[in-house]
T-cell receptor
Framework: GAGVSQSPSNKVTEKGKDVELRCDPI?????LYWYRQSLGQGLEFLIY????????KSGLPSDRFSAERTGGSVSTLTIQRTQQEDSAVYLC???????????FGPGTRLTVL | QKEVEQNSGPLSVPEGAIASLNCTYS??????FFWYRQYSGKSPELIMF????GDKEDGRFTAQLNKASQYVSLLIRDSQPSDSATYLC???????FGKGTMLLVSP
């Protein structure tokens, strides 16, 4: 079956602009996660959605970051007023929830000039 | 602050040898443990998961978990050049990742 998909695969933006990154999870997976991977910080958790529960936003680095998940499926990560330190690969993963294994999408490489 | 520690490597082994990758974690309440393989420029690929103390085998891979020592390891038997990658240890339901160990398998 289809895996996790993300778009765009690459995004170049100017400092101060807003960006939206999209994730389409594996069909039937109720849990969706966003992570980012940068050279200095490794792979870090950002936000977690489980079904209709309130999302766990504990990993978001600032209030410029937000995410939505519509209809329990597709998710959008929005970064407002982008900064150069936001440059990273943003990875989405999905799972059946709880402690189940997570499967990653191909990522979106964000470059802020 | 939950932490996961891995030796950054590189770990170099000859083809056909056993590669041993290690990981320690700080959160004693952790319930789930994962090993991901990541090739350069690609996203992490799940190769093993383990929830209970002891060993879990899948093909050439064996994951070992010791919760008392807060230690998890990955053994790769009959290592192949195609196993050359960075191996990421991850812990918990909202994954906390180590920085990864680079494995190099020489023909």
């Amino acid at each position: 079956g289809a895996g996790v998909s993300q778009s765009p695969s690459n995004k170049v933006t100017e400092k101060g602009k807003d960006v939206e990154l999209r994730c389409d999870p594996i069909s039937g997976h109720t849990a969706l996660y966003w992570y980012r991977q940068s050279l200095g910080q490794g792979l870090e958790f950002l936000i977690y959605f489980q079904g209709n529960s309130a999302p766990d936003k504990s990993g978001l680095p600032s209030d410029r970051f937000s995410a939505e998940r519509t209809g329990g499926s597709v998710s959008t990560l929005t970064i407002q007023r982008t900064q150069q330190e936001d440059s990273a690969v943003y990875l989405c993963a999905s799972s059946l929830g709880g402690e189940d294994e997570q499967f990653f999408g191909p990522g979106t490489r964000l470059t802020v000039l | 602050q939950k932490e996961v520690e891995q030796n950054s490597g590189p770990l170099s082994v000859p083809e056909g040898a056993i590669a041993s990758l290690n990981c320690t974690y700080s959160d004693r309440g952790s319930q789930s443990f994962f090993w991901y393989r990541q090739y350069s420029g690609k996203s992490p690929e799940l190769i093993m998961f383990i929830y209970s103390n002891g060993d879990k085998e899948d093909g050439r891979f064996t994951a070992q978990l010791n919760k008392a020592s807060q230690y998890v390891s990955l053994l790769i038997r009959d290592s192949q050049p195609s196993d050359s990658a960075t191996y990421l240890c991850a812990v918990g339901s909202t994954l906390t990742f180590g920085k990864g160990t680079m494995l190099l398998v020489s023909p």
